[in-house]
């Protein structure tokens, strides 16, 4: 019997992709726990806050269901990156409700000790909340691909930091007052030498202040210099464990020739062990956005699991030695990509490769020849690879040029050869044919072997007007001449598109060689010109789009810092902290040997969110010691030794949260991976330097404001 056998199943990536990601936010949990415990010495702090967490993630699920949001691998993955977000302002009440009932030891009730506590953070901790939601209203601007991406990233750790701010309002409170008990606290063996270290550390930089800017402001420098280093990308590409090959013949190929060499092509990649299954499709495939003829075929191939490899070591690898193999066979061009990305590549770009240069222009002989000119510089360029031109010329045309001075010594007319040309090789419908209430057409074509040459075209007869039949021939020339083979359009002009990869460098840097090294060597007529598109294009798109909203998110943190502290320098002091926490997510970069992507984008602005609230803990505190009268050298010194702890836990517990994601190595990990080494190199530099640099600009940033208050009264 017949049998429909699947080859291919896309179950698989998804189904292992947020296997992936899921994997990672379990073990992000279990790490979460450990270090908890480890810095507040407490099971029952520790309880509170791990049941805070699942609670944060079933609010947002329901909120998630509500809105149609999908548990795929952008929203989980911003669940695996928000995990030390989520619990944040949890982690702040708690630590702060631990140890001021271990600083009264009963002189006061449990229910106002808890309740002062809470109130004396929660301001802090729930304007850090709505700014870390309010940081990722720059990636729900983003469209296209990547606004498809990653806009459900951003809706779900926006619902999820939503969610537990409302749990730290109602529910966080009363697990405090119910667990938590008064008492000596145990303090933890690891805090013990922290806290020692750094109140030399604080000490030594209240009263180097100059010293302690010129190393940040060095620090900061070395990070802008590092930058200009970095390559670029729209997004790393996700390993799909197969791949899509598409091979092109010289056009008007036969189809008899086209399964000849495609069956060469078969016996070369089967070669390779580590090939499970290979389909190909010649001609229409059906699913393509454009018509295929059958000098185009189309490949997929699936790979065995990479513990089977034996040949190759990475994909990357494996294909390089499947284009040097493919590369003995003259005559063809051919270009590697991915079944999922080479169909998003093609509906959102137009180009199954990453990258496209589009030359525009008017006549189609001047663009084949400037288009082989480009393509003769792109494969100059380090990186260029399956760089195919788009065929515009070289399909055989039968052209029938009637002589009509021939045509009137048989009195014959134009159409009536035409109609004899249409009936003998392309048919026509001579009757109908009914059967009951349905017609047929019945319709009459020449035999094939009357119409497989210009010989035997030229033999057909075409009846006179006098009774007797004269061969086509005879009354025109009949020739096979090359012509368009296709004429492809956009914007109303006429292009010609070249396709190429990119393999071991940056795209952005690529482009930026590719396009002097064309400048310089072909010289293009006046109103020819070109463009860049594919992924490139993409990337240019979200990085134009991040520069204008990134700006307007960080002027509308200020609006609210300004509005907590009731002073703007009180509020440029927390946002100063922002450039350090780019310090470390820069460096990060470059030691990894990662690109500056879309998805690290994404991490700079998560990392914005984090250290403008460590700010805002940390200021608010010594605002508060120093309305309470406290001379302001000793409010400083007071109140970071306070939050020492709240600060470290937050910044250790984001940090630790996303190690697993920098080890994961399934499907969808190469997208996270940017995003999780920004964070985590960012908060390290952003963590100490707001415990450093934010308490030795406070005094004189307040200061200057205690300074034009008093002058202010004065004037009144």
């Known amino acids: 019997g017949i049998r429909l056998v699947p080859y291919y199943d896309r179950t698989d990536i998804v189904e292992r992709s947020v296997t992936t990601v899921t994997q990672a936010l379990m073990e992000g949990a279990i790490i979460v726990l450990v270090i908890l415990y480890v810095l507040l010495r407490s099971y029952r702090s520790a309880l509170i806050v791990v049941v805070a967490f699942p609670l944060s993630l079933l609010l947002t699920f329901i909120v998630m269901k509500y809105l149609g949001l999908s548990a795929n691998l952008m929203s989980l993955g911003g669940l695996a990156i928000s995990i030390g977000m989520i619990i944040d302002a949890t982690i702040i009440q708690v630590e702060n409700v631990q140890r001021n009932l271990g600083i009264d030891s009963g002189r ?113 420098v070395l990070a802008a210099i590092l930058a200009t280093r970095l390559g670029t990308e729209f997004i790393p590409i996700m390993d799909e464990g197969a791949f899509d090959m598409d091979v092109q013949l010289l056009p008007g190929v036969s189809l008899q020739k086209s399964m000849e060499i495609n069956q060469l092509i078969q016996q070369k990649v089967k070669a390779f062990p580590e090939l499970e299954t290979l389909v190909s499709r010649t001609g229409q495939t059906g699913i393509a956005v454009e018509a295929r003829g059958v000098d185009k075929t ?47 590549d093609e509906l959102v770009a137009g180009t199954k490769a990453q990258l496209i240069v589009k030359l525009f222009g008017d006549n189609i002989d001047i663009l084949k020849s400037r288009a082989d000119d480009v393509a003769s510089v792109l494969r100059n360029v380090r990186g260029a690879t399956d760089i195919v031109v788009e065929r515009v010329a070289g399909q055989p045309y039968l052209t029938i040029d009637i002589d009509r001075s021939k045509l009137a010594r048989h009195g014959l007319n134009v159409s009536d050869v035409l109609s004899v040309v249409e009936i003998a090789g392309g048919g026509k419908a001579a009757t109908q044919l009914y059967e009951e209430n349905k017609a047929f057409e019945v319709t009459l074509r ?14 057909i007869l075409v009846p006179c007007p006098d009774g007797y039949d004269v061969p086509l021939d005879e009354i025109t020339t009949i020739e096979v001449v090359d012509g368009p083979v296709q004429v492809s359009r956009e914007d109303g002009l006429r292009r010609i598109g070249i396709e190429l990869n990119v393999k071991g460098r940056d795209i952005g840097s690529f482009v930026s060689e590719a396009k002097r090294s064309i400048k310089h060597a072909v010289v293009l007529p006046r109103g020819y010109y070109t463009t ?7 990337q240019e798109r979200a990085m134009n789009r991040l520069m204008v909203i990134v700006p307007l998110t960080i002027a509308m943190i200020f609006v609210l810092l300004f509005f907590t502290f009731r002073s703007l320098r009180l509020a440029s002091l927390v946002i100063f902290n922002l450039p350090f926490a780019l310090i470390g997510g820069v460096v990060a970069l470059y030691c990894s040997g990662l690109y500056l992507s879309v998805p690290a984008s994404v991490g700079f602005i998560v990392l914005f969110g984090v250290a403008v609230l460590n700010g805002v803990v940390l200021v608010s505190r010594i605002m508060e010691l120093r309305q309470k009268g406290m001379p302001v050298s000793e409010a400083i010194t007071t109140g970071c030794q306070d939050r020492l702890r709240p600060v470290l836990l937050t910044a250790s517990i984001s940090i630790f949260s996303l190690v697993p994601m920098l080890y994961a190595t399934g499907p969808g990990s190469e997208i996270q991976h940017p995003l999780a080494i920004v964070v985590v190199g960012g908060l390290l530099t952003s963590t100490l330097l707001t415990l450093i640099v934010v308490p030795t600009l406070y005094e004189w940033f307040e200061g200057r404001e205690r300074v034009r208050r008093k002058e202010g009264v004065i004037a009144q």
């Open 108 to 220: 006061e009730s449990k229910l106002s000790t808890v309740l002062n506590s809470v109130l004396e953070v929660q301001k802090p901790s729930i304007l850090g909340g709505l700014i870390i939601a309010l940081t990722f209203l720059p990636i729900l601007s983003l469209e296209g691909m990547e606004g498809k991406m990653f806009q459900p990233l951003a809706l779900t750790v926006a619902i999820a930091v939503l969610s537990s701010l409302l749990l730290s309002i109602f529910v966080i409170p009363v697990l405090c007052f119910l667990f938590l008990r008064p008492g000596s606290e145990l303090e933890s063996p690891i805090m013990r030498p922290i806290k020692r270290w750094y109140k030399a550390a604080l000490h030594w930089s209240l009263n180097n202040k100059r010293s302690v800017l010129a190393i940040a402001g060095g620090s900061f």
């Open 446 to 459: 020449y035999p094939e072997e009357y119409r497989n040459s210009v010989e035997n075209i030229g033999n």
């Open 532 to 538: 860049w598109g594919g992924q490139f294009e993409n």
């Open 298 to 344: 189309g490949y997929t191939g699936i790979f065995k699991e990479k513990s089977e490899w034996t040949t190759a070591g990475s994909k990357e690898e494996i294909i390089n030695k499947m284009r040097q193999s493919l590369s003995e066979i003259p005559g063809i061009a051919f270009s590697f990509s991915q079944p999922i990305q080479c169909r998003i």
